[in-house]
């Protein structure tokens, strides 16, 4: 990409500094709330579901979602909208399965809900274990997304440049959770999310005029403009046997995983009642819904506009559709706007992403494993900052080291551990009463195991041109993502492991784990405890 296709650094960069200075000022004002554990890791269940549901849509909507989808459909189509329907759907199975049942009975955390009525040590091991393993990824992959983006945007193309800014980023997540906590966060989310389908939508609408309103004259210019056929599937899957059985994992992945992410699940902790969660989730469905339509038109706007060719070509590949598209629009400034916004969006997903993981090891490994309840005041959130720093650091590191690699991988695997560890031990906990402790640690362990040994073998890792390692070749699972099989191998280990177990768990308090998911009765009371 030339000089001129990046735009002007200098401007891109200001209009940056201008949300991290606005944002920064909001994180302030709000950690002036933040006295107990309630106020850091849940804003004191103080936000109400429409303005949940516009956060979970600025944690769940990543710049892989607004790059990656907006690209992918330029190159391939009708494949690269699959992706979109893939996430959309997911939503649903978090709507009807999990969001008001796990704000009835979880207090702050995933592992609440797991260990409500089995044994606390060994579940909330498991579940802060696999919780660590989706975060990690994730911030892994956002982490040196960043690196990708400033070659993109900014023109920095050198390691170490890219590498100073994914620093930058660290520092500033660190910061966002550190002073600000779950509101400091959320807040963040919510401007990001609005900023991010406010632009959207001025695309939209720019490239919709440029076509007459006309979805149809869109679509024939795109197909015009196309190398190969656009508007028929077949450009990336279901060519061969194997591309077909790659995206029915895919999309297994996608549909069941999103239902058991820790930190969307986490969300549903910040309103205070169980309605205000569904409402949540209703809200959060509509402006995803509409944001992925918007990716519809972008896509297909970016491959009648720019052509494939040319967005493969420049650096970033399939991610430069959605930039090299608002630099055929506006300008410098419009890509300015687009540029801040991708930033914006990294950055609050990894804020969401570390309040969680920070989370997850303070309430659940500290204070209920190691201290055994018995946690000094504030000392739980005392720990849970210490655990901000060190992710964070943790996270810069990784993420340097890994800035250029496939990192396609790292996202794939954390929707594919959060649906074969942490969703089958969900929906056994809220709706198998004989479930037990030994069922539940082999479900997480297990489907986090069979997760990371098929990926590792898989052609992401090695075999292929495209791999993290292209010259090494231990590829020896066919597919992209293990979903299609380790997803059903969690549910199995979870069966397995508790018609094994002769002890039954306390059916008092199965019976009481029934009644308050389903009525959230008591629901309140246990919050407060």
Known sequence: ????????????????????????????????????????????????????????????????????????????????????????VAWLVAL?????????????????????????????????????????????????????????????????GQSVVIAVVGVLMIIYVLVGGMKGTTWVQIIKACLLIAGAAVMTVWVLALHGFNLSTLLGAAADAATTDVLSPGNQYGLTGVTRLDFLSLALALVLGTAGLPHVLMRFYTVPTAKEARRSVVWAIWLIGIFYLFTLVLGYGAGALIGSERILAAPGGVNSAAPLLALELGGPILLGIIAAVAFATILAVVAGLTITAAASFAHDVYASVIRKGAVPPNGEVRVARITVVVIGVVSIVAGIFANGQNIAFLVALAFAVAASANLPTILYSLFWRRFTTRGAVLSMYGGLGTALVLILLSPVV?????????????????????????????????????????????????????????????AEKAVEH
């Not at 990046?6 to 709330?33: D, E």
């Not at 933040?34 to 849940?42: G, H, P, R, S």
């Not at 008001?100 to 498991?126: C, H, I, W, Y």
């Open 1 to 88: 990409m030339t000089p001129t296709e990046t735009g002007n650094p200098i401007l891109n960069i200001t209009i940056f500094g201008v949300f991290v200075a606005i944002t920064l000022v909001i994180v302030f004002r709000a950690s002036r709330n933040n006295k107990t554990a309630a106020d850091y890791y849940a804003a004191g269940r103080s936000f109400t579901g429409p303005q949940n549901g516009t956060a979970i849509a600025g944690d769940y909507l990543s710049a892989a979602s607004f790059l990656g989808i907006c690209g992918a459909i330029a190159v391939n189509g009708y494949d690269g909208f699959l992706y979109s329907i893939g996430f959309l």
């Open 96 to 160: 009807l399965l999990v969001a008001e049942l796990m704000r009835n009975t979880g207090k702050f955390t995933m592992a609440d809900v797991l260990s409500f009525r089995l044994q606390q040590r060994p579940v909330r091991l498991a579940a802060a274990t696999t919780t660590l393993a989706v975060c990690f990824f994730y911030l892994l992959a956002q982490m040196a997304g960043a690196g990708g983006l400033v070659s993109l945007l900014l023109g920095i193309d050198d390691r170490v």
């Open 462 to 522: 090695s075999g292929a041109e495209t791999s993290m390692f292209p010259n090494a070749d231990f590829s020896i699972f066919p597919l992209n993502n293990p979903g299609i099989v380790s997803i059903p191998v969690g549910f199995l280990l979870g069966w397995i492991g508790t018609v094994t177990t002769r002890r039954l768990e306390s059916p008092e308090l199965a019976a009481e784990m029934e009644v308050r998911s389903l009525t959230g009765h008591g």
